[in-house]
């Protein structure tokens, strides 16, 4: 709620703007709304649509997992693109997405998965299925 403080105390848009690292665009829109609706109108509102497939644990594990590249999973080229992503998440998260190439969720515990066997895994999907594009 800085925003709203900054702006009851009457600075300008571009000082508000680069104290909070924010674009001159983003405060015209934040003065709109607070003109209309004060404060509150500012407050983050719930985040609508779909809620997450992946908790907090298994988006970890897929972080981990492309930190490590491409090429630790398998792959020929240290190059991550939208069928190898898919496939790590499916294998990390156990969640099957939408994406071109296999789909068929590999089964795994949340509470007895080994991260080292996350590699394995993803390796032997390559294999098995000859993604390497």
Known sequence: MRAAELLDQGRSGAEIARMLGVSDESVRRWRRVWEKGGADALRRRPAIGSPPKLDDIQ???????????????????????????????????????????????????????????????????????????
């Open 59 to 133: 988006v970890e594990r897929v972080r981990t997992a492309l930190e490590q590249g491409a090429q630790a999973h398998g792959f020929e080229a240290d190059l991550w693109t939208l069928e190898r992503v898919g496939l790590v998440v499916e294998v990390a998260s156990t969640t099957t997405h939408s994406c071109p190439g296999p789909s068929s969720p590999t089964p795994a515990s949340p509470s007895t998965h080994q991260p080292h066997r996350t590699n394995e895994k993803i390796s032997s999907r390559v294999r098995h299925h000859g993604i390497d594009s």
